[in-house]
């Protein structure tokens, strides 16, 4: 994109990061940074085309991070078409979206003694109600969604520079969540497996207090008739996906591996895919969301 004449070409990447108030924006940020990328916090939108062409006129870096947030919300119409613009032009971007229970972010906002930007004179949970609405859109359009509700911060941490280290060498990037049913799914699962069709080793005395990465407990659940079947099955149909997912230019897959409890079959399971994703070239981080939970 061009803008007053000047070029963006010296830019390489962009980073677009919003979601959430309290779900976790400056923490994806300064994980940027660590990065290597250089970083600019509450952009208006409507300066994003400006702002790349500024820095690929002078070369000052070559991957960009901008943080967007819902105090820009009378501009938000123009952000879309500025994105599309860029990307048009070349330039390689991907959106980050975080988000969290409002449970959660109220806690979280009130932990920090700070006022909702968009909150009146209504409830806290007013002005997330009002900030969720407007960012559904932005939401939709992101390539990658990461639910921080049961994050802290260093496993937010580990879950961003997994997606963005050496894009070069590793086209495509799968972060696998087990997880427990009665906790609820992850919201920013891609894919959902169910893995209670396999028998529970919680019923069983000796692997009851283990979890899957015990290798009693992995033994057990893929000792199963079914459970290599199932694997063979779904490690198809993943390299049918990940494959045209690279050439539409999809860099992130989020699988959420499920179980009752989130503590036996899904950690087993997760695992073997992990492991089997890995062997295709995919760069892949295992997430146990729930273990410990109970």
Known sequence: MSVSGTSTSGVEE????????????????KVLEDLGYFVVDNLPPQLLGDAVALFGQNHAATRLGVVVDARS???FSALSGALESLRKEGLRSTVIYVEASDEVLVRRQEAARRPHPL?????LLDGFRVERELLRDLRSQADLVVDT???NVHQLSARVSAAFEDPEQHPLRATVVSFGFKYGIPVDADMVADMRFLPNPYWVDSLRPLSGLDPE??????QQPDALPFL???????????????RENKRFLSLAIGC?????????????LGERLRAHDVRTLVVHRDLGRE
């Open 14 to 29: 962009l980073v677009l990061v919003t979601g959430m108030t309290g779900a976790g924006r400056s923490t994806v940020a």
């Open 73 to 75: 919300r009378q501009f």
């Open 119 to 123: 909150r009146t004179e209504g409830r």
């Open 149 to 151: 509700t049961r994050l």
């Open 217 to 222: 407990v992995s033994e057990y659940v893929l």
């Open 232 to 246: 063979d099955q779904y490690e198809a149909l993943l390299a049918t996906l990940t494959d045209g997912f690279v």
């Open 260 to 272: 009752t409890g989130g503590r036996h079959r899904s950690v087993a399971m997760a695992e073997a």
